[in-house]
């Protein structure tokens, strides 16, 4: 049975991280951090000359990081003004992740970083499995994360099932904003489409009690076959 409570549309995806595409990166330190946690605990697995393709890699923040340990990183994203400031732009590709338009084991590693709250990440996974040779890593936020606001974050639970993970593990990310900074960054970093939404910006910055932990509970996974 689908998850109605994840009706999330793509193209209003796409067009909120295109209009945040100037401005996410200087935005974006919770996912920067993720970034950062996920290759210093996962980046090990690429071998130099490996083929990667960073799944969801908008403006680049895990594809500066990947780089640095391959320099065959292709990159996709439901956004080409975000990927227009990606670094590795020359090897980028519009598509969703939930239908990768790769064949079958045609990359090492699949990597993404913060994506896949906001796809079927049920779907996108599955693709990570069909595209790759060895295997796949990634970060997301999961439920308990930003408590009040009501968006529709995964549960760890049904990931780990659906991944079957070598490895992983949970982090907490806080967001360092508070007051209209803290409304700022959702508009800044493109992430404000909620379809659950419970609170208006009015009673965020009226009662910011309202929301139980300004934070991210972040799920870390690897894959390997």
């Known amino acids: 049975m689908a998850d109605t409570s994840r009706r999330i549309s793509p193209r209003e995806i796409g067009k909120r991280f295109s209009q945040a595409s100037r401005s996410y990166r200087e935005w974006a330190i919770p996912q920067r951090e993720a970034a950062d946690i996920l290759l210093e605990t996962f980046g090990g697995f690429v071998q130099k000359g490996e083929t990667v393709l960073d799944a969801g890699a908008g403006v680049g923040l895990l594809t500066e990081r990947l780089l640095k340990l391959s320099a ?10 975000s990927l227009r400031e990606n670094p590795a732009v020359r090897r980028a590709f519009t598509c969703n992740v939930e239908n990768l338009p790769l064949k079958g084991r045609s990359v ?18 599955g693709e ?7 295997g796949f890593f990634f970060s997301v936020p999961v439920q308990g994360s930003l408590e009040g606001i009501g968006f529709p974050f995964p549960r760890e639970e049904e990931i780990l099932e659906k991944v079957k993970p070598q490895r992983w593990f949970v982090r907490e990310i806080e ?6 900074e803290f409304l700022l960054f959702f508009k800044k970093t493109g992430t404000g489409f909620n379809p659950n939404k419970t609170l208006s910006a009015f009673e965020i910055l009226k009662n910011p009690e309202a929301i139980k932990n300004y934070s991210f509970k972040v799920l870390f996974v690897l894959k390997t076959r």
């Open 128 to 134: 990570f499995l069909r595209v790759t040779r060895r």
């Open 108 to 125: 090492d590693w699949v990597a993404s970083n913060f994506a896949l709250h906001w796809c079927d990440y049920k779907r996108a996974l």
């Open 72 to 81: 065959k990183v292709f990159v996709c994203d439901l956004s080409l003004f």
């Open 175 to 180: 967001i360092p904003f508070r007051g209209r």
